[in-house]
């Protein structure tokens, strides 16, 4: 079991169906895991009939008050809230580090095999280890979070994804410090509206391109955010990153079959590259 | 990164950032500056907020809606951080120490970025050994 470290399920209005807390543990996560709820969750005392002292609720009114959502709508139905409380959780339980995560993952899984190869090959990952790996890294270095990839990062096969620019983003599987807090802003696409808004500033995102979570498909999973997404549909949520970066990020059409607006991140105009200590005169 | 990401259409960055076909290597995120020393005047693209800047100008808001507005156009400046980089490399101790203070570079001290990201990919390529050798 990892030390001083635990993982958060961000979780709402799906207590039987809070995936990845079974995907944890068939793939041997032996470490604390904690429910996070909020007190708007009407589902709320089934989760507490559930995962019992396992479950955690904040107040998402306190908050909201004390983040930027970037607009003036009332509507909470979003993971935002849940995000910036976990460092206020995890201070309060005594843990410097945790893990965010959804509540849909389906998989844990191996996107490059021990030659360094590509792989989409199915394999029992050991979770454990690779948290173990994956905080040793992130304790090493000076950024605010890394994560794993998912699934969408490799459409198509690799995609470029392993050595390209976009590893700068961070999404999902958020491992983080409480000696290392930032704030997600946006009240929706919160996660790119951050790793963007504040890597344009010089804070530090990555994705790990080697491991990679699998989801349930995007709005098919009844709560959580899915009500959100299916009342504005991806518009009003792509312009929220757009808002925050003008200069690098605009709107485009994704997909083939069910194309839809989705933002689109010019890398190069949007983060500052990492250099070598050599560069620095002295 | 495909030709749509890229605002300033150069194919500097393309080269440099990215393989056009995965090469089976670890790779850190790291940049390295090239030789050649860009003007200043490449590193930013003002043409957006330029244009926004003469418009508002011309208005007839009040000078303090205007200094708000100004200040407002320029989040449409459009910084190229690969070329920031080459710059940084070739620009005095005076000028480097101001980029890293407004966060235009980020210094990878003692290669811990680099190195890290080299073993955590080992460690993960050994691990991965680990969870399939009853597989294999």
């Given at each position: 079991m990892l030390n001083d470290f635990c993982a958060f399920i961000l979780t709402h209005g799906r207590p039987d169906n809070v995936i990845t807390y079974n995907t944890l543990l068939k793939h041997g996560y032996t470490g604390p895991i904690y429910i996070v709820i909020d007190n708007e969750d009407k589902t709320a005392p089934k989760y507490y009939e559930k995962y019992g002292a396992k479950?955690?609720?904040?107040?998402?009114?306190?908050?909201?008050?004390?983040?930027?959502?970037?607009?003036?709508?009332?509507?909470?139905?979003?993971?935002?809230?849940?995000?910036?409380?976990?460092?206020g959780i995890a201070k309060k339980l005594g843990y410097t580090y945790f893990i965010e995560l959804?509540?849909?993952?389906?998989?844990?899984?191996?996107?490059?095999?021990?030659?360094?190869?590509?792989?989409?090959?199915?394999?029992?990952?050991?979770?454990?280890?690779?948290?173990?790996?994956?905080?040793?890294?992130?304790?090493?270095?000076?950024?605010?979070?890394?994560?794993?990839?998912?699934?969408?990062?490799?459409?198509?096969?690799?995609?470029?994804?392993?050595?390209?620019?976009?590893?700068?983003?961070?999404?999902?599987?958020?491992?983080?410090?409480?000696?290392?807090?930032?704030?997600?802003?946006?009240r929706i696409n919160e996660d790119v509206n951050t790793y963007v808004n504040l890597g344009s500033r010089g804070g530090l995102f990555l994705t790990i391109p080697c491991v990679s979570i699998e989801q349930?498909?995007?709005?098919?999973?009844?709560?959580?955010?899915?009500?959100?997404?299916?009342?504005?549909?991806?518009?009003?949520?792509?312009?929220?990153?757009?808002?925050?970066?003008?200069?690098?990020?605009?709107i485009r059409m994704m997909g083939t079959h069910h194309p839809r607006l989705h933002h689109s991140i010019a890398w190069s105009n949007t983060v500052p590259m990492i250099i070598p200590e050599e560069v620095k005169k002295r | 990164m495909g030709?749509?990401?890229?605002?300033?259409?150069?194919?500097?960055?393309?080269?440099?950032?990215?393989?056009?076909?995965?090469?089976?290597?670890?790779?850190?995120?790291?940049?390295?500056?090239?030789?050649?020393?860009?003007?200043?005047?490449?590193?930013?693209?003002?043409?957006?907020?330029?244009?926004?800047i003469e418009e508002i100008k011309k208005s007839n808001v009040t000078n303090l809606e205007k200094d708000f507005l100004i200040e407002a156009a320029r989040r449409h400046t459009v910084f190229n951080y690969a070329l920031i980089a080459d710059y940084y490399a070739h620009a005095n101790k005076e000028m480097q120490e101001l980029m890293e203070k407004s966060a235009l570079v980020i210094i990878d001290f003692d290669k811990a970025i680099e190195y890290g990201y080299v073993k955590l990919s080992e460690d993960i390529a050994d691990q991965y050994i680990e969870d399939t050798k009853d597989a294999e």
């Open positions: 479950v955690i609720m904040f107040d998402k009114v306190a908050v909201a008050q004390s983040i930027d959502e970037g607009d003036n709508f009332d509507d909470r139905r979003a993971i935002i809230y849940a995000r910036n409380a976990c460092f959804d509540d849909d993952y389906t998989d844990f899984r191996y996107r490059l095999n021990s030659n360094f190869e590509y792989t989409c090959v199915r394999w029992d990952m050991n979770i454990d280890k690779i948290f173990g790996i994956l905080l040793s890294y992130y304790q090493s270095i000076p950024f605010l979070s890394i994560a794993m990839s998912q699934g969408g990062d490799f459409i198509g096969g690799d995609n470029g994804f392993f050595t390209s620019i976009r590893r700068r983003k961070c999404m999902n599987t958020f491992i983080c410090s409480i000696e290392r807090g930032f704030i997600f802003n946006g349930v498909d995007t709005q098919a999973n009844k709560g959580g955010m899915t009500e959100i997404y299916l009342n504005s549909g991806t518009y009003v949520k792509s312009f929220y990153t757009v808002m925050y970066s003008p200069s690098s990020v605009c | 030709k749509q990401n890229d605002l300033f259409g150069s194919d500097i960055e393309k080269a440099d950032l990215i393989d056009k076909k995965y090469t089976a290597k670890i790779k850190a995120p790291i940049y390295i500056p090239k030789q050649r020393n860009p003007s200043i005047y490449e590193l930013v693209n003002t043409l957006k907020s330029d244009s926004l």
